[in-house]
């Protein structure tokens, strides 16, 4: 068929472009180093400088594996939300995970304050954050699926995510009233999104989480596919809907809790990444959009990430306003093409 | 004939906080393989109450429903799968499902866990399209096609899905006459030449008289079987609704206003 033949295509490119991609976020950023010293650090080789290969090995390559993560993470779990929920507006952030990820962070860290001393250390510590972050967006999610059992309109639910985003900025901001320059700063700076934070042992963490979010997202591939036609149909073609569904959602909270966890709350990689997938393979067959969305995910969030570093100038934008910038428009317009996905 | 669906004594309705609902009682109904079998009632007399119980999806106040001489609350949903398809009446989420594509999923019940078809799937699923004639449709998006054609690739999935028993609920409900006709005598064609039973539920009753070999009339008093001219002279017809201004024809076999 030739559809399969172009298929092929597609995905070879879209393999050299993050192979492109990986190389370019390694050797790019605020230091200019030559591409021979970037091989020559990443080979186990010597680099003319040691500051080179310092550079390279401890902060640009947790950085470039964690856009990676990152990318393909967040890009997955809006995949399963837009088929689950019906909707092609779904995503961590527009659900309002991430808001309530931020909620639980800013009562970490702005709320210490209130909390004795020796406790408050402990409140801030980077598991503490990790660990509040998660279970703010789990909540969020639970009561996302809460809402939307009761109320089978999809927009409602999207408003309802809305409507946390706003609660929890209200919380935030009330918070933030009450908290000192340096509680605000540490706060809004895991706002902006960092995907540089990283120590090793982090990324082992999240790599961990990842992988197995992408491998329960990779058993829900059959089970989303049958949910294209709605949940009655699935059933009647011998889905076990609530198993599949628990799976779904499992995948999507440790995905999106365990990366807004580690690099705070990034918007509209979920929900540009699977759109444009879509419409790059013109399919909704779920085989071809998980790894699609796989490459394009890691590509786009590679690519932000090298704008962020604003190569050969001293600044570094927030990664969360590179993708807003970014992906805003593909939303815009989305809504406005209002076809079919 | 082959019985693929029997009940017996079958009492359907809900159950709810505040008591117990009867829909109707003491069903004993009787699917045949290669039989056209309309099911026929007033709005809310409880066709879909009727429907959900004998597809295994709702649970009956008492008595069993039968599937291949095998009580149906015994199935896996899979092997349900493998001998029970439905059509809906929902309109379905939006995607960018190809006709194809579409009707291939009436094969998940058989594909592996990624999903991948077999050529035996393939054959299956070009089957499907022929017998429905939709191959010219094969590679349009689901939302480009009109409400009939849909309906027929709607129909050519659960053909695909390779059961001996397809219900359908209200499937001419959007279509003009034309295309009435044209499904009535699809479905009783796919009867004849698959020999699979296929029962599904009308408003469309002077069609539904002359071509379904057996119907199933829901009147609040009672549900009866049997075939058309046979409800017509024993006067079931003149129950369904209750409303001086219908009357029904016996000898034209049709409603008429008075």
């Known amino acids: 068929m030739a559809n399969k033949k172009r298929n092929t295509i597609l995905f070879v490119v879209l393999a050299l472009g993050l192979l492109l991609m990986f190389f370019a976020s390694i050797s790019l950023g605020s230091v200019t180093i030559p591409l021979k010293d970037v091989v020559a650090s990443l080979t186990g080789g010597q680099a003319t400088k040691s500051t080179w290969e310092y550079i390279i090995i401890n902060y640009r390559l947790p950085k470039t594996i964690t856009a990676v993560l990152a ?18 507006l779904a995503e961590p952030y527009v659900l309002g995970l991430s808001s309530g990820a931020s909620l639980g962070v800013a009562f970490v860290i702005l709320g210490a304050g209130f909390l004795p001393s020796f406790l408050s250390v402990i409140a801030l510590s980077s598991y503490a954050i990790v660990l509040a972050s998660t279970l703010g967006s789990t909540l969020v999610l639970f009561l996302v699926l809460i809402v939307s059992q009761r109320l089978r309109n999809t927009m409602a639910i999207l408003i309802v995510g809305l409507m946390f985003g706003s609660f929890s900025t209200a919380i935030v901001s009330i918070l933030t009233y009450f908290s000192t320059a340096e509680q605000l700063q540490k706060f809004t700076f895991w706002t902006m999104g960092n995907l540089g934070n990283l ?8 790599t961990f989480c990842v992988g197995i979010g992408l491998l329960l997202s990779a058993k829900s591939i059959k089970p989303l596919n049958a949910l294209l036609l709605g949940e009655n149909y699935a059933k009647s073609m011998g889905l076990n809907f609530k198993q599949a569904r628990l799976i779904i959602i499992l995948a999507t909270s440790l995905l999106s809790g365990a990366i807004t966890a580690f690099v705070g709350p990034i918007a509209f990689v979920g929900l540009a990444v699977p759109h444009i997938a ?64 | 004939m082959k019985n693929i669906l029997t009940t017996s004594n079958l009492n359907i309705g809900y159950k709810s906080k505040k008591g117990v609902t009867t829909i109707a009682e003491n069903l004993n109904l009787n699917l045949e ?34 599937l291949n001489e095998r009580n149906i609350s015994d199935y896996q949903p899979l092997e349900l799968a493998q001998n029970l398809s439905l059509v809906l009446t929902e309109k379905l989420p939006p995607s960018n499902l190809s006709v194809f594509e579409l009707v291939a999923l009436g094969r998940q019940p058989y594909t592996n866990w990624v999903d991948k078809l077999s050529d035996e ?72 030449e698959t ?36 409800l017509i002279s024993n006067g079931s017809f003149s129950n369904l609704f209750k409303d001086e201004n219908i009357v029904f024809d016996a000898e034209k076999g049709k409603f008429i206003v008075s």
């Open chain 1, 71 to 88: 990318g393909t993470g967040l890009s997955m779990s809006g995949l399963l939300m837009q088929t689950l929920f019906r909707n092609p």
């Open chain 1, 199 to 206: 120590s090793w042992t982090n990324i082992v963490i999240l």
């Open chain 1, 278 to 341: 879509k419409l790059t393979f013109h399919t909704s067959n779920h085989t071809i959009l998980f790894w699609s969305t796989l490459f394009f995910g890691s590509i786009i969030m590679l690519f932000c990430d090298i704008v962020s570093q604003m190569p050969g100038y001293d600044v570094t934008l927030p990664i969360n306003a590179v993708t807003s910038i970014i992906g805003a428009p593909v939303v815009i317009w989305l809504v406005m093409r209002k076809r079919n996905f």
């Open chain 2, 33 to 66: 393989a290669g039989k056209l079998i309309t099911l026929i009632g007033a709005n809310g007399i409880g066709k879909s109450t009727l429907l959900r119980t004998i597809t295994g999806i709702q649970k009956p106040l008492s008595g069993n429903v039968y």
């Open chain 2, 121 to 192: 799937d393939i054959l299956k699923v070009q089957e499907a399209m022929q017998l429905t004639q939709i191959e010219h449709l094969a590679s349009k998006k689901h939302f480009q096609i009109s409400d009939g054609q849909l309906q027929k690739v709607l129909i050519a999935r659960a053909l695909a899905q390779d059961t001996p028993l397809i219900i359908l609920d209200e499937p001419t409900t959007h279509l003009d006459l034309l295309h009435k006709v044209s499904l009535f005598k699809l479905l009783k064609k796919l009867t004849e």
């Open chain 2, 195 to 230: 020999q699979k039973c296929i029962l599904f539920s009308t408003h469309d009753i002077d069609l539904a008289i002359q071509l379904s070999d057996e119907m199933i009339i829901m009147t609040p008093e009672n549900i009866v079987q049997d075939q058309p001219c046979n």
